[in-house]
């Protein structure tokens, strides 16, 4: 059995898999010529808001189980609200 390997002459070599992934997304609009697709856009949008509420959540079941439903209702609905407006 042959094992896969990642092409050796690949410019995002030694590179994480989120920053390979950014890299692509670059790539990808530059190579547009509307700039940044919708999808780019609203990950950039929610990216920071869908973390912050995951630490929210996290913190409040480090208090209690009473806490961490009621905030974890509270994320997800400012989570429907943010996404869908």
Same mark, same amino acid.
């Given at each position: *059995?042959?094992?896969?390997?990642?092409?050796?002459?690949?410019?995002?070599?030694?590179?994480?898999? *989120?920053?390979?992934?950014?890299?692509?997304?670059?790539?990808?609009?530059a190579?547009?010529?509307?700039?940044?697709?919708?999808?780019?856009?609203?990950?950039?949008?929610?990216?920071?808001?869908?973390?912050?509420?995951?630490?929210?959540d996290?913190?409040?079941?480090?208090?209690?189980?009473?806490?961490?439903?009621?905030?974890?209702?509270?994320?997800?609905?400012?989570?429907?609200?943010?996404?869908?407006?």
């Open positions: *059995m042959a094992a896969a390997t990642a092409p050796s002459g690949s410019s995002l070599t030694g590179k994480s898999l *989120m920053g390979k992934l950014a890299l692509r997304l670059q790539a990808r609009a190579a547009r010529k509307g700039g940044p697709s919708k999808v780019a856009a609203f990950i950039a949008d929610h990216t920071g808001t869908i973390t912050a509420l995951g630490f929210a996290t913190a409040a079941w480090h208090a209690g189980p009473i806490w961490g439903y009621a905030v974890g209702a509270v994320c997800i609905v400012v989570a429907e609200f943010k996404v869908r407006g």
